[in-house]
């Protein structure tokens, strides 16, 4: 698996990033009470998470996307309490839908490992999307 993420520089960042900073604790913090109440049953989290997100007092309005990965399964959860099992792979953020098109294209060709897809993908979203650009971190995630 690998994990594309672009990081906007420290400079970029405002005030408000102070107050979103304490939703994705929240956020990931609750994901992460679910995880360790039902451990090896990443999609059972997900779902008794997202109720809990739908429910929440404090959560309920924040509109926002959070992508759980484990070595079996990609899950894409909402505020509104979607809960999508996601095939193969996803793209998501302003340039998402352009890289995902391209990754898909990438993947029938043969000798292309998931290192050279993310990246040529990511390299198209760049120059098809104006909120996209060409700084991004690669992960790759290992699985124990």
């Not at 400079?11 to 009470?33: C, F, I, N, P």
Request: overall charge positive.
């Amino acid at each position: 698996f690998f994990l594309m993420i672009r990081r906007p520089p420290r400079s970029t960042q405002s005030r408000s990033s102070a107050a979103s900073d304490v939703y994705k604790r929240q956020v990931h913090g609750g994901l992460e009470q679910q995880i360790q109440k039902y451990p090896d049953q990443t999609f059972k989290a997900c779902v008794k998470y997202a109720k809990q997100w739908r429910m929440g007092k404090q959560l309920r309005h924040l509109n926002a996307m959070l992508l759980v990965v484990d070595k079996d399964l990609i899950v894409e959860l909402d505020g509104t309490g979607n809960v999508l099992e996601i095939p193969q792979l996803i793209g998501i953020g302003s340039g998402g839908a352009f890289a995902e098109c391209a990754a898909r294209a990438l993947l029938d060709i043969e000798g292309f490992t998931a290192e050279d897809i993310a990246l040529k993908a990511m390299k198209i979203a760049a120059e098809k999307c104006i909120y996209t650009n060409d700084k991004f971190v690669m992960e790759k995630l290992k699985w124990d």
